[in-house]
């Protein structure tokens, strides 16, 4: 191996690491697109194992198939099969989202309970299971409207406990080669946006009557639950048995009784033994520890231990509140409805928007106002099915957009959009639509990768939410009809 100077020896070695990135990247442009995927490829392989590498992009794109066939599905079925109003459609998705709402306490879970020295992969596993059942229930069981959101409360679980598992488990790789983890980054969420892709182009042509239907498309959630599931079985997360949470359920049955070693205690006796510090076997994530590590390390758990409980308990508190409010959407049946639920949902925004701050801010008041960002962001931000029930073919030959009506026939459903000119988008035109809507979301991660990584967050949501703002002002040239006039017809 290359001996270092005297110069290079005093710099960290992450720093070192950056540089020998910076120089591999500008190396790599030179390389035609195929070879530079695959010497990208290697290195996150090189880096954090295949196995794990393998892993996160299956997870992610699994996820983001699922959330296709999920999301592509859920809107048909509901407006064609059950026959809801986009308002009810709306309380029954913001019921069956609650997962996503509650998702950091997943996180608090697996750190604090593992079963047998593994803190991820049995979550894994356990999500693959509660998918296939939800997806197979949602196939076969004939249920009413909130059976089915039951069961899609379910899915979404699947998909959040998973995404959950594989963001911890990344983040926690990404602290021993901090030089790689956007690079890793940027693997994963292509694997979604290229998967997802497909599955937004092959559910506009499934969900039609004809072919499976809407019901069958959430069968097809049964294989991305299970494609992740079984991978996790099979150890592909390349967990560290030792590295067992608080409380382990494995233990407390008697199943599982190795006793938990000081992996920086273990590092230190190597330090003493190879005065090498740093070095790594390709593939490997074992390193030794120096001792400046070790009181890093020392410092992160005392600030970890004095900032758990108000974490835990804003955490806690969000999803709480999320959970409430999801049941009162979904069940309540009292008068002037919309007004209760608007005035309800704005006053528990600006209460929890309080405590959010009174309980976070003592531990830093960026950590609580990036908090209160990511929280009034998804609380206020508006949702409906609206515009899709308005302009949506439900694709069946005698259904809201068909041409066929027997004028005789006593018949008021057929047709009925095509009589008040509604776009009458197909199935398989929304597919398209939304597999474009992919190709901008890849676009964005290449653009983040290569151009923007090195702006501010803030500079990067306010720009984003301008665009977004934009980009969304257009549905007004729709539903005022303007592109007719302008001669432009809807698809």
Avoid at 113 to 128: E, N, Q
Avoid at 213 to 229: E, M, P
Avoid at 339 to 362: A, D, K, Q, R, Y
Wanted: hydrophobic share 45%; glycine share 10%.
């Amino acid at each position: 191996e290359p001996r270092m100077n005297d110069e290079q020896e005093d710099v960290p070695d992450h720093v070192l690491r950056m540089q020998q990135r910076s120089e591999e990247r500008a190396a790599s442009k030179k390389l035609l697109p195929h070879k530079r995927l695959y010497v990208f490829m290697k290195r996150l392989c090189d880096a954090y194992g295949w196995r794990f590498t393998a892993m996160a992009c299956i997870i992610y794109g699994a996820n983001g198939l699922g959330e296709t066939f999920i999301g592509g599905a859920e809107s048909y079925y509901f407006f064609d099969v059950q026959g809801i109003s986009a308002a009810r459609f709306t309380q029954v998705v913001s019921f069956a989202r609650i997962p996503w709402e509650i998702k950091a306490l997943y996180g608090m879970l697996s750190d604090s309970l593992s079963f047998c020295g593994l803190r991820r992969t049995p979550y894994l596993i356990m999500s693959g299971f509660i998918g296939a059942t939800a997806g197979f229930s949602l196939w076969t069981v004939p249920v009413g409207v909130t059976g089915a959101a039951g069961f899609l409360t379910l899915a979404q679980l699947a998909v959040a406990l998973a995404d959950v598992m594989i963001d911890g488990s990344s983040g926690e790789k990404a602290h021993l080669r901090p030089d790689m983890a956007s690079d890793l980054q940027a693997a994963m969420h292509c694997a979604s946006y290229m998967v997802g892709f497909c599955g937004d182009v092959a559910v506009g042509y499934l969900v039609e009557p004809n072919m499976l239907g809407s019901r069958g498309v959430f069968g097809l959630f049964i294989i991305t639950a299970l494609s992740f599931g079984i991978p996790s079985a099979a150890g592909w997360m390349e967990e560290n048995l030792e590295d067992e949470a608080p409380h382990d359920v494995g233990r407390m049955l008697g199943l599982y009784t190795k006793p938990k070693p000081d992996p920086f205690a273990k590092a230190q006796d190597a330090v003493q033994a190879n005065p090498i510090v740093g070095k790594e076997t390709p593939g490997k994530l074992e390193r030794v520890v120096s001792a400046e590590e070790q009181a890093a390390h020392d410092r992160d758990m005392e600030i970890a231990s004095r900032v758990r409980g108000p974490i835990f308990a804003a955490a806690v508190l969000n999803s709480t509140m999320s959970l409430i409010l999801g049941i009162i959407n979904l069940f309540y049946t009292g008068g002037n409805k919309a007004e209760f639920l608007g005035s309800l949902t704005l006053t528990c925004g600006v209460v929890m928007t309080v405590v959010l701050w009174h309980v976070l801010s003592p531990v830093s008041t960026d950590l609580a106002k990036a908090a209160i960002y990511i929280f009034l962001e998804g609380a206020f931000h508006p949702h409906t099915a609206v515009i899709f029930q308005w302009s949506h073919s439900d694709g069946d030959n005698h259904g809201n957009c068909s041409g066929n009506c027997d004028d005789d026939e006593d018949d008021e459903e057929c047709g009925w959009a095509r009589q008040r000119d509604y776009p009458c988008i197909a199935p398989a035109f929304y597919g398209w639509a939304k597999a474009l809507a992919r190709i901008f979301g890849l676009l964005g991660v290449i653009l983040y990768s290569t151009y923007f990584s090195t702006w501010r967050y803030k500079q990067i949501f306010a720009f984003g939410h301008c665009v977004y703002f934009v980009a969304n002002m257009l549905d007004l040239v729709w539903v005022t009809r303007t592109n007719i006039s302008l001669g432009i017809n809807d698809e």
